[in-house]
């Protein structure tokens, strides 16, 4: 069964650095999502992004965010300047887009740890 | 602002015994969706409900969509052992481009003990 792929599985990275979450959505969908968990918190919409644009973005996803779909595969997140607070698991999910049942599906996730 | 609230946030039952777990909001959904997760891992669908009233069945899980697309159920017969874990239910906002942003509960944590 398709199924949506996140790299890497656990990422640790200093406060002010630069990191990309990367994930692979399913293969014929055309809706991309992200949304992150921090520990213990609801899952919260971070940006959705369809035909190489992004359709809509929550409060979270500031400047320091940026989606890309850099071919016709992967889907990433990048996060310029990291901060304690972006420490969270982060989900990739996709959607076919068609229609009224159009359910996302998500990765596994991506645990960032910034110290 | 949407908001989902999920009800029982904690749900510790025995192996047999029934349950249900409730999703309401003040807010219409398109669909609303119900996720499993399991510790450090991604939400893993269970099911889409889309027409008020709906219901579908999944073994022994019944999912019902509220009349007017505000409220849903989960109910669980005969729980078992093999049913713990978090319960997260998600209603999807609709847009015109055809896109949906997932609202998602804060989940109801199930433990069933043998």
């Known amino acids: 069964e398709p199924e949506v792929t996140q790299t890497p599985s656990h990422q640790v990275t200093q406060m002010g650095q630069e990191v990309i979450l990367r994930c692979v959505p399913i293969?014929?969908?055309?809706?991309f999502y992200w949304y992150r968990q921090i520990l213990g918190q609801k899952v919260e919409f971070l940006v959705s992004?369809?035909?190489?644009?992004?359709?809509?973005k929550s409060e979270i996803f500031d400047d320091q965010f940026s989606v890309e779909r850099p071919d016709g595969s992967n889907f990433t997140l990048k996060i310029r300047s990291t901060k304690l607070e972006d420490s969270a698991m982060y989900f990739c999910?996709?959607?076919?887009?068609?229609?009224?049942?159009?359910?996302?599906?998500f990765g596994p996730g991506t645990r960032l740890t910034v110290l | 602002t949407q908001l989902l609230e999920q009800s029982p946030q904690f749900l510790s039952i025995q192996e047999g015994e029934n349950l249900t777990v409730y999703c309401n909001s003040s807010?219409?959904?398109?669909?609303l969706q119900w996720y499993r997760q399991e510790p450090g891992e991604g939400p893993v669908l269970l099911v889409t409900v889309v027409t008020g009233g709906e219901v579908k069945k999944l073994k022994r899980l019944t999912f019902q969509f509220g009349d007017a697309r505000k409220d849903s159920s989960l109910h669980i017969t005969a729980a078992q052992p093999g049913d713990t874990g978090l319960y997260l239910c998600?209603?999807?906002?609709?847009?015109?481009?055809?896109?949906?942003?997932?609202?998602f509960g804060a989940g109801t944590r199930l433990a069933v003990h043998p």
């Open positions: 998600a209603g999807a906002s609709r847009f015109s481009g055809g896109y949906n942003k997932l609202i």
């Open positions: 807010s219409v959904f398109s669909s």
């Open positions: 992004f369809y035909n190489n644009e992004i359709s809509e």
């Open positions: 293969s014929n969908h055309l809706y």
């Open positions: 999910a996709s959607s076919a887009g068609t229609g009224g049942l159009d359910t996302q599906y």
